[in-house]
Protein backbone atom coordinates (compact mmCIF):
# COMPACT_ATOMS: atom_id res chain seq x y z
CA UNK A 1 0.00 0.00 0.00
CA UNK A 2 1.26 3.39 -0.83
CA UNK A 3 2.14 5.84 1.76
CA UNK A 4 -0.81 7.94 2.32
CA UNK A 5 -0.67 11.65 1.24
CA UNK A 6 -0.05 14.78 3.92
CA UNK A 7 -2.46 16.89 3.29
CA UNK A 8 -2.13 19.31 6.30
CA UNK A 9 -0.22 21.79 4.65
CA UNK A 10 -3.05 22.44 1.98
CA UNK A 11 -5.42 26.01 2.93
CA UNK A 12 -8.60 23.95 2.80
CA UNK A 13 -7.50 21.68 5.42
CA UNK A 14 -5.90 24.08 7.96
CA UNK A 15 -7.28 25.35 11.45
CA UNK A 16 -9.53 28.62 11.66
CA UNK A 17 -8.74 30.47 14.35
CA UNK A 18 -12.04 32.22 14.55
CA UNK A 19 -13.80 29.08 15.52
CA UNK A 20 -11.65 27.46 17.90
CA UNK A 21 -14.65 27.30 20.78
CA UNK A 22 -16.99 26.00 18.18
CA UNK A 23 -18.61 23.53 20.52
CA UNK A 24 -19.22 26.50 23.20
CA UNK A 25 -20.97 29.17 20.82
CA UNK A 26 -24.32 29.82 21.20
CA UNK A 27 -26.49 29.19 18.76
CA UNK A 28 -26.68 32.96 17.39
CA UNK A 29 -22.80 33.28 18.07
CA UNK A 30 -22.80 29.97 15.60
CA UNK A 31 -24.81 31.89 13.03
CA UNK A 32 -22.83 35.11 13.37
CA UNK A 33 -19.58 33.20 13.03
CA UNK A 34 -20.59 31.51 10.10
CA UNK A 35 -21.92 34.45 8.23
CA UNK A 36 -18.72 36.48 8.65
CA UNK A 37 -17.00 33.95 7.23
CA UNK A 38 -19.22 33.20 4.53
CA UNK A 39 -17.90 36.60 3.54
CA UNK A 40 -14.72 35.54 2.34
CA UNK A 41 -16.34 33.37 -0.49
CA UNK A 42 -18.09 35.76 -2.14
CA UNK A 43 -14.67 38.11 -2.02
CA UNK A 44 -12.85 35.14 -3.50
CA UNK A 45 -14.96 34.75 -6.25
CA UNK A 46 -14.33 38.04 -7.28
CA UNK A 47 -10.29 37.67 -6.50
CA UNK A 48 -10.75 35.05 -9.35
CA UNK A 49 -12.86 37.31 -11.96
CA UNK A 50 -10.63 37.32 -14.87
CA UNK A 51 -10.15 33.73 -15.01
CA UNK A 52 -13.41 32.89 -14.74
CA UNK A 53 -14.37 36.02 -17.52
CA UNK A 54 -11.96 33.47 -19.53
CA UNK A 55 -13.38 30.32 -18.80
CA UNK A 56 -17.03 31.73 -20.14
CA UNK A 57 -15.20 33.28 -23.57
CA UNK A 58 -13.70 29.98 -23.82
CA UNK A 59 -16.39 28.12 -23.09
CA UNK A 60 -18.63 29.94 -25.22
CA UNK A 61 -16.57 29.39 -28.11
CA UNK A 62 -16.65 25.72 -27.98
CA UNK A 63 -20.22 25.75 -27.51
CA UNK A 64 -21.11 27.92 -30.63
CA UNK A 65 -18.71 25.23 -32.38
CA UNK A 66 -20.87 22.45 -31.42
CA UNK A 67 -18.95 21.40 -28.24
CA UNK A 68 -20.33 20.21 -24.48
CA UNK A 69 -19.46 21.50 -21.34
CA UNK A 70 -18.52 18.76 -18.45
CA UNK A 71 -17.71 19.24 -14.76
CA UNK A 72 -15.80 16.45 -12.99
CA UNK A 73 -15.82 15.92 -9.07
CA UNK A 74 -16.33 13.95 -6.42
CA UNK A 75 -18.26 13.91 -3.31
CA UNK A 76 -19.51 17.85 -2.70
CA UNK A 77 -17.64 19.65 -5.81
CA UNK A 78 -18.86 16.67 -7.95
CA UNK A 79 -22.58 17.11 -6.50
CA UNK A 80 -22.32 20.98 -7.45
CA UNK A 81 -21.66 19.73 -10.41
CA UNK A 82 -23.80 17.90 -11.17
CA UNK A 83 -26.66 20.18 -9.79
CA UNK A 84 -25.22 23.22 -12.08
CA UNK A 85 -25.66 20.96 -15.43
CA UNK A 86 -29.24 19.38 -14.47
CA UNK A 87 -30.53 23.02 -14.10
CA UNK A 88 -29.19 24.36 -17.52
CA UNK A 89 -32.26 22.60 -19.18
CA UNK A 90 -35.00 23.91 -17.38
CA UNK A 91 -33.33 27.57 -17.54
CA UNK A 92 -32.06 27.95 -20.75
CA UNK A 93 -33.83 25.24 -22.52
CA UNK A 94 -30.49 23.38 -23.49
CA UNK A 95 -30.21 19.83 -24.75
CA UNK A 96 -28.88 17.43 -22.08
CA UNK A 97 -25.87 16.26 -23.43
CA UNK A 98 -24.76 20.48 -23.78
CA UNK A 99 -23.94 20.54 -19.92
CA UNK A 100 -22.98 17.62 -18.37
CA UNK A 101 -22.17 16.92 -15.15
CA UNK A 102 -19.57 13.26 -14.18
CA UNK A 103 -19.25 12.49 -10.71
CA UNK A 104 -17.27 10.07 -8.93
CA UNK A 105 -18.89 6.82 -8.40
CA UNK A 106 -21.85 7.73 -10.91
CA UNK A 107 -25.45 8.69 -10.05
CA UNK A 108 -25.46 6.61 -6.65
CA UNK A 109 -22.79 9.80 -5.52
CA UNK A 110 -25.37 12.16 -5.52
CA UNK A 111 -27.23 11.08 -2.46
CA UNK A 112 -24.83 9.01 -0.37
CA UNK A 113 -21.60 8.98 0.21
CA UNK A 114 -18.96 7.74 -2.10
CA UNK A 115 -15.89 9.81 -1.24
CA UNK A 116 -13.69 6.48 -1.52
CA UNK A 117 -14.24 6.54 -5.22
CA UNK A 118 -12.20 9.77 -5.76
CA UNK A 119 -8.84 8.00 -5.52
CA UNK A 120 -8.92 6.35 -8.68
CA UNK A 121 -7.10 8.23 -11.34
CA UNK A 122 -8.20 5.83 -14.42
CA UNK A 123 -12.10 6.01 -12.98
CA UNK A 124 -11.26 9.95 -14.18
CA UNK A 125 -9.59 8.95 -17.37
CA UNK A 126 -12.66 6.48 -18.37
CA UNK A 127 -14.82 8.77 -17.67
CA UNK A 128 -13.87 11.25 -20.41
CA UNK A 129 -13.29 8.30 -22.86
CA UNK A 130 -17.03 6.82 -22.22
CA UNK A 131 -18.37 10.49 -23.22
CA UNK A 132 -15.94 10.71 -26.46
CA UNK A 133 -14.53 13.90 -25.44
CA UNK A 134 -12.94 15.90 -28.43
CA UNK A 135 -11.15 19.29 -28.89
CA UNK A 136 -14.37 21.43 -29.11
CA UNK A 137 -15.68 19.98 -25.74
CA UNK A 138 -14.45 21.84 -22.59
CA UNK A 139 -13.67 20.05 -19.31
CA UNK A 140 -13.64 21.36 -15.84
CA UNK A 141 -12.17 20.20 -13.20
CA UNK A 142 -13.55 20.87 -9.56
CA UNK A 143 -11.66 19.89 -6.44
CA UNK A 144 -11.78 22.36 -3.57
CA UNK A 145 -8.51 20.75 -1.76
CA UNK A 146 -6.76 20.55 -5.18
CA UNK A 147 -5.66 16.89 -5.22
CA UNK A 148 -8.53 14.70 -6.31
CA UNK A 149 -6.94 11.60 -8.59
CA UNK A 150 -10.16 11.29 -9.92
CA UNK A 151 -10.69 15.13 -11.12
CA UNK A 152 -6.87 15.07 -12.16
CA UNK A 153 -6.85 11.61 -14.40
CA UNK A 154 -9.62 12.94 -16.04
CA UNK A 155 -7.97 16.74 -16.86
CA UNK A 156 -4.78 15.04 -17.90
CA UNK A 157 -7.28 12.39 -20.27
CA UNK A 158 -9.21 15.59 -21.67
CA UNK A 159 -6.13 17.41 -22.24
CA UNK A 160 -4.39 14.63 -24.44
CA UNK A 161 -7.58 14.91 -26.97
CA UNK A 162 -7.45 18.20 -27.31
CA UNK A 163 -10.26 19.80 -24.83
CA UNK A 164 -10.09 23.08 -22.97
CA UNK A 165 -9.37 22.25 -19.56
CA UNK A 166 -10.61 24.58 -16.46
CA UNK A 167 -9.44 23.78 -12.93
CA UNK A 168 -11.44 25.08 -9.94
CA UNK A 169 -9.95 24.49 -6.88
CA UNK A 170 -9.69 26.29 -3.41
CA UNK A 171 -5.79 26.01 -2.63
CA UNK A 172 -3.34 28.21 -3.99
CA UNK A 173 -1.35 27.51 -7.10
CA UNK A 174 1.86 26.83 -4.94
CA UNK A 175 0.15 24.23 -3.09
CA UNK A 176 -1.18 22.19 -5.91
CA UNK A 177 -0.09 23.28 -9.87
CA UNK A 178 -1.62 21.49 -12.63
CA UNK A 179 -1.12 22.42 -16.16
CA UNK A 180 -4.54 23.44 -17.79
CA UNK A 181 -6.02 25.76 -20.06
CA UNK A 182 -7.66 27.93 -17.03
CA UNK A 183 -6.69 27.89 -13.35
CA UNK A 184 -9.39 29.46 -11.15
CA UNK A 185 -8.39 29.37 -7.80
CA UNK A 186 -11.42 30.46 -5.09
CA UNK A 187 -9.17 31.42 -2.16
CA UNK A 188 -12.11 31.14 0.90
CA UNK A 189 -9.70 30.11 3.86
CA UNK A 190 -9.85 27.38 6.68
CA UNK A 191 -13.12 26.10 7.24
CA UNK A 192 -15.29 27.10 10.17
CA UNK A 193 -15.59 23.14 10.71
CA UNK A 194 -12.07 22.37 9.70
CA UNK A 195 -11.33 20.10 6.74
CA UNK A 196 -14.59 20.61 5.53
CA UNK A 197 -15.22 22.14 2.39
CA UNK A 198 -18.63 21.36 1.84
CA UNK A 199 -19.10 24.93 3.48
CA UNK A 200 -16.93 28.34 2.05
CA UNK A 201 -15.28 26.15 -0.54
CA UNK A 202 -18.77 25.01 -1.78
CA UNK A 203 -20.22 28.07 -1.34
CA UNK A 204 -17.69 29.84 -3.46
CA UNK A 205 -17.83 26.65 -5.97
CA UNK A 206 -21.50 26.92 -6.04
CA UNK A 207 -21.20 30.87 -7.21
CA UNK A 208 -18.27 30.56 -9.66
CA UNK A 209 -20.36 27.88 -11.33
CA UNK A 210 -23.89 29.80 -11.39
CA UNK A 211 -21.85 32.66 -12.78
CA UNK A 212 -20.15 30.59 -15.55
CA UNK A 213 -22.80 28.53 -16.82
CA UNK A 214 -25.23 31.75 -16.86
CA UNK A 215 -22.40 33.82 -18.64
CA UNK A 216 -21.97 31.03 -21.10
CA UNK A 217 -25.81 30.40 -21.85
CA UNK A 218 -25.92 34.57 -22.63
CA UNK A 219 -22.96 34.61 -24.87
CA UNK A 220 -24.95 31.52 -26.57
CA UNK A 221 -27.98 34.16 -27.02
CA UNK A 222 -30.02 32.20 -24.67
CA UNK A 223 -31.40 35.57 -22.63
CA UNK A 224 -32.40 38.92 -23.57
CA UNK A 225 -31.90 42.00 -21.52
CA UNK A 226 -31.99 39.54 -18.01
CA UNK A 227 -34.88 37.81 -18.81
CA UNK A 228 -34.82 33.78 -19.74
CA UNK A 229 -36.32 33.67 -23.06
CA UNK A 230 -34.90 29.96 -23.45
CA UNK A 231 -37.13 28.91 -20.45
CA UNK A 232 -38.66 25.68 -21.27
CA UNK A 233 -42.30 26.14 -20.47
CA UNK A 234 -43.15 22.49 -18.53
CA UNK A 235 -44.99 23.15 -16.08
CA UNK A 236 -47.33 25.88 -14.47
CA UNK A 237 -44.57 28.22 -12.45
CA UNK A 238 -42.63 28.72 -15.79
CA UNK A 239 -45.27 29.27 -18.02
CA UNK A 240 -46.67 31.89 -15.44
CA UNK A 241 -42.69 33.27 -16.04
CA UNK A 242 -43.24 32.90 -19.62
CA UNK A 243 -46.39 34.88 -20.10
CA UNK A 244 -44.90 37.69 -17.35
CA UNK A 245 -41.81 37.98 -19.93
CA UNK A 246 -44.30 38.96 -23.06
CA UNK A 247 -46.25 40.81 -21.12
CA UNK A 248 -43.27 42.85 -19.92
CA UNK A 249 -41.66 42.84 -22.83
CA UNK A 250 -45.02 43.44 -25.24
CA UNK A 251 -47.44 45.43 -23.09
CA UNK A 252 -49.77 42.41 -24.48
CA UNK A 253 -52.41 41.64 -22.07
CA UNK A 254 -52.29 37.96 -20.43
CA UNK A 255 -54.80 36.06 -22.75
CA UNK A 256 -53.32 37.89 -25.88
CA UNK A 257 -49.55 36.70 -24.46
CA UNK A 258 -51.26 33.33 -23.52
CA UNK A 259 -52.51 33.04 -27.34
CA UNK A 260 -48.99 34.65 -28.65
CA UNK A 261 -47.11 32.05 -26.46
CA UNK A 262 -49.63 28.66 -28.14
CA UNK A 263 -49.05 30.14 -31.27
CA UNK A 264 -44.85 29.57 -30.77
CA UNK A 265 -45.05 26.53 -29.55
CA UNK A 266 -44.56 27.50 -26.38
CA UNK A 267 -41.16 28.97 -27.40
CA UNK A 268 -40.63 32.48 -25.68
CA UNK A 269 -38.10 33.78 -27.92
CA UNK A 270 -39.81 32.44 -30.81
CA UNK A 271 -42.69 34.36 -29.71
CA UNK A 272 -41.55 37.87 -29.13
CA UNK A 273 -39.73 37.85 -32.43
CA UNK A 274 -43.28 36.53 -34.19
CA UNK A 275 -44.68 40.00 -32.14
CA UNK A 276 -41.79 42.11 -32.82
CA UNK A 277 -41.52 41.30 -36.98
CA UNK A 278 -44.85 39.96 -37.95
CA UNK A 279 -43.20 36.62 -39.08
CA UNK A 280 -45.06 33.64 -38.78
CA UNK A 281 -43.56 30.74 -37.00
CA UNK A 282 -41.76 28.59 -40.00
CA UNK A 283 -40.33 32.32 -40.68
CA UNK A 284 -39.96 33.35 -37.38
CA UNK A 285 -37.67 30.28 -36.32
CA UNK A 286 -35.53 29.89 -39.65
CA UNK A 287 -34.57 33.74 -38.83
CA UNK A 288 -33.33 32.64 -35.22
CA UNK A 289 -31.62 29.57 -37.00
CA UNK A 290 -29.70 31.96 -38.98
CA UNK A 291 -28.72 34.27 -36.03
CA UNK A 292 -27.74 31.04 -34.16
CA UNK A 293 -30.77 31.73 -31.89
CA UNK A 294 -29.63 35.08 -30.85
CA UNK A 295 -32.96 37.02 -30.62
CA UNK A 296 -31.63 40.47 -30.60
CA UNK A 297 -29.66 40.01 -34.37
CA UNK A 298 -32.21 38.22 -35.47
CA UNK A 299 -34.48 41.16 -35.10
CA UNK A 300 -32.01 43.82 -35.82
CA UNK A 301 -31.62 41.86 -39.09
CA UNK A 302 -35.21 41.99 -40.02
CA UNK A 303 -35.32 45.76 -39.15
CA UNK A 304 -32.51 46.59 -41.53
CA UNK A 305 -34.02 45.12 -44.06
Not at 126 to 132: G, P, S, T
Not at 147 to 176: D, K, M, S, Y
Not at 239 to 258: K, M, N, V, Y
Not at 270 to 296: I, P, V
Amino acid sequence: MADLQERGHLLTEQVNPHSLNLDQLSCLELVELFNSEDQKAVTAVAAAKIQIAQAIERTAERLHQGGRLFYVGAGTSGRLGVLDAAECPPTFCTPPELVQGIIAGGAGALVRSSEDLEDRTEDGEAAIAQRQITQLDVVVGITAGGTTPFVHGALNAARQRGAITIFIACVPAEQVSIDVDIDIRLLTGPEVLAGSTRLKAGTATKLTLNILSTGVMVQLGKVYGNRMVDVAVTNQKLRDRALRILQDLTGLSRETAGLLLERSGKWVKLALLMHWTGLEKQEGDQLLSEHQGNLRAAVASYNNR
